[in-house]
């Protein structure tokens, strides 16, 4: 029986050949294709915003925060549920992360809790769109408001998520998008920002690599630190061919998601993923009750294995994490986020699945989380 992964990269002989002129060209570094990619990325995302690309969204949150001037002293606010990379790049300035429970259905962090966690050392709050579900931006953006804090989103998931009817990235305000492999679409590794201030797009220029500047007649200067950020111009002519195919790949997500919540709406022990408008549907998600199931996730999991269909689990508790729990958080203070990270289950979604497929990773599941299946 083959393997049904819980996620594959679609990528054609249009891919294939735009790495092909550029291993041809002799330029295969940044150059060309690089900023064509980071003006499509603007032209895509809309609302006047440029693009900056890096070698990771890691880099480019990295890059975001030393922009701003984030340091040691400082605090930021994110998540306590998401990839550990999103309170990593604080701990990388020197910051600190100030952690906030999640929703359980959107896994995206609980505004209303936001509010107590800011104090007068608090630089940034950083809410993540888990998923390609856009976080509750709103109230976030009025806190921000009234405290002079800086938003940067952590969109790596939600390249072509929507929120009030803009794309994610449309505000003007930092935001960071992933192309790893499981995105939505790829450039192998790499990343962007958008954003419109022109002294913050310069600065996060400088810190991409080597903080390096050149006056007009191109002698060079270095006047702070920065780092080797830089996207190539191979995997940028890969962003260029996913980027042209991204709605069509979001719209299949989309199709593919609607059947998951429609065949497993009545399934017993299950907390299944919250949907919205403009929902890109990096991952589906479930949360499976395993006390009432009597298993275990590993159980679970070998189950679906035999049955050709494989899970992930995105994604424990950062605060459990002992880098985090020697910063002073313990079991138990963020009960939402730990409950997703012992009982999520990520399904298999990628848009070259079929119908059947997901039928047969829904029959699957519910036999699998039956205590009485052998």
């Known amino acids: 029986m083959s393997m049904l992964p819980f996620t594959r990269p679609t990528l054609g002989e249009e891919e294939l050949q735009s790495v092909r002129e550029v291993l041809e060209s002799g330029w295969i570094t940044t150059g060309p294709k690089a900023k064509a990619l980071e003006e499509a990325i603007a032209a895509y995302v ?27 002293g400082d605090e930021v606010i994110v998540p306590a549920m998401s990839f550990v990379a999103t309170a990593n790049v604080v701990v990388r300035v020197g910051a600190r992360p100030v952690f906030v429970d999640v929703d359980l259905n959107s896994r995206n962090i609980r505004a209303d809790r936001v509010g107590k ?29 009234q405290h002079g804090l800086l938003v940067i989103e952590d969109a790596a998931q939600a ?47 400088r810190i991409r690599f080597h903080g390096i500047e050149r006056d007009a007649d191109g002698n060079m200067d270095v006047k702070a630190w920065g780092g080797k950020m830089n996207l190539p111009d191979v995997n940028s002519a890969i962003g260029l061919i996913q980027l042209s195919k991204l709605d069509g790949f979001n719209a299949r997500r989309r199709e593919l998601a609607s059947r998951y919540l429609q065949r497993l709406a009545n399934v017993p022990h299950l907390v299944l993923p919250a949907d919205g408008p403009g929902h890109s ?42 880098l985090y729990r020697d910063l002073g958080n313990a079991p138990g203070d963020f ?13 298999p979604l990628f848009p070259t699945m079929t119908e059947a497929d997901v039928d047969h990773v829904c029959d699957a599941l519910q036999q699998s989380i039956s205590s009485e299946a052998a």
């Not at 608090?122 to 009025?142: C, E, K, N, Q, S």
């Not at 009030?164 to 492999?181: E, I, L, Q, Y």
Request: proline share 6%; aromatic share 6%.
């Open 159 to 205: 390249i072509g998520t929507e929120h009030a009817g803009h794309k994610v990235g449309a505000n003007g305000n930092p935001v960071c998008f992933s192309f790893h492999p499981n995105k939505n679409m790829t450039t192998i590794e790499g990343g962007a920002v958008t954003a419109t201030d022109p002294a913050f797009l310069q600065r996060l220029e």
């Open 281 to 322: 549907w990096h991952m589906f998600c479930v949360c499976v009750d395993l006390n009432a199931t009597g298993l275990t996730r590993p159980q679970i999991q070998a189950r679906l294995e035999k049955q050709g269909v494989g899970t992930g689990t995105h994604y424990p508790a950062m605060t459990l994490f002992s």
């Open 335 to 347: 009960p939402v986020a730990e409950r997703i990270g012992r009982e999520t289950l990520t399904l």
């Open 46 to 72: 809309g609302g006047g915003v440029q693009a900056r690309v890096f070698n990771s969204a890691t880099s480019a949150l990295e890059a975001c925060l030393f922009a701003a001037g984030v340091g040691p």
């Open 117 to 145: 966690a800011i104090n007068s050392r608090t630089r940034a709050i950083m809410p993540v769109h888990f998923a390609g579900l856009a976080a509750d931006l709103d109230p976030l953006y009025a806190l921000a408001g």
